[in-house]
């Protein structure tokens, strides 16, 4: 059976913060469009500041805790509670797992979808990150059922956070500053689902690669 290291592998979180900080100029483009276009900028300084707090040493569980709580206790607007959020309850499920499982990581990503919903009051279809991370948990899940390897499971993961994040174009926000925008936010991608994407997808490439070196 497939299963994750967590003491000592700080490095997947180090690889999703290296991704954000390499894409934040997109994301406020994105933002741009239907929001303040700083989206981007909030997400690179929070990021980054966790990655000066976040040892190579650190366990996986350690570097989600600590980049939950940097973007809650010291970035402001609405990202820093909500992605804080989401890497909290990612990381209170995975504190208790060594190895990593695959059941394991599908409890983790259950908690951190429950705790967005219940942050934002968010629902599949308001155009929001939930739109990302809620069809990745669902096309996990859906893989485990069928007796997929960890590995597989993490592939559909990643392909159904694309999907959500594709589908946000199409949508018209319900929640956040895009709102007031009504009809006119069709058409663009959601900024946070983007970001979701980005960060769910080299968070399952980071675990894959792993993962097949262990082979």
């Known amino acids: ?25 997109y994301l406020s483009e994105i933002d741009g469009a239907t929001g303040d276009g700083d989206h981007g900028i909030n997400m690179n300084k929070g990021f980054m500041m966790a990655k000066e707090r976040i040892e190579p040493s650190d366990s996986f569980a350690e570097a989600l805790k600590i980049l939950g709580r940097t973007l809650v206790m010291d970035i402001g607007g609405s990202m820093g509670p909500i992605y804080g959020t989401m ?41 929001t990150l939930v739109d990302t991370i809620y069809p ?46 009504g009809e006119r936010s069709r058409g663009h991608l959601d900024a946070g689902a983007t970001s979701c994407w980005i960060i769910l997808t080299t968070m399952a490439n980071a675990m894959l690669a792993q993962l097949q070196s262990q082979e």
């Not at 979180?13 to 991704?19: E, R």
């Not at 394991?104 to 990503?109: I, R």
């Open 87 to 127: 890497f909290s309850k990612l990381s209170r499920v995975l504190k208790k797992a060594e190895p990593i499982t695959k059941e394991a990581f599908l409890e983790a990503l259950e908690n951190a979808v429950q705790g967005l919903m219940d942050l934002a009051g968010a629902k599949v279809g308001d155009k």
């Open 1 to 25: 059976m497939e299963t994750l290291r967590n003491q000592g592998n700080a490095g997947i979180v180090l690889q999703v913060i290296d991704a954000i900080h390499e894409q934040a100029s």
């Open 136 to 181: 990745a948990c669902q096309a996990y899940q859906a893989a485990m059922k069928q007796d997929a390897e960890f590995s597989q499971c993490l592939r559909e993961m990643a392909k159904g956070a694309e999907a959500g994040k594709e589908s946000t174009k199409d949508l018209v926000a319900k929640i956040g500053r895009a709102a007031r925008l």
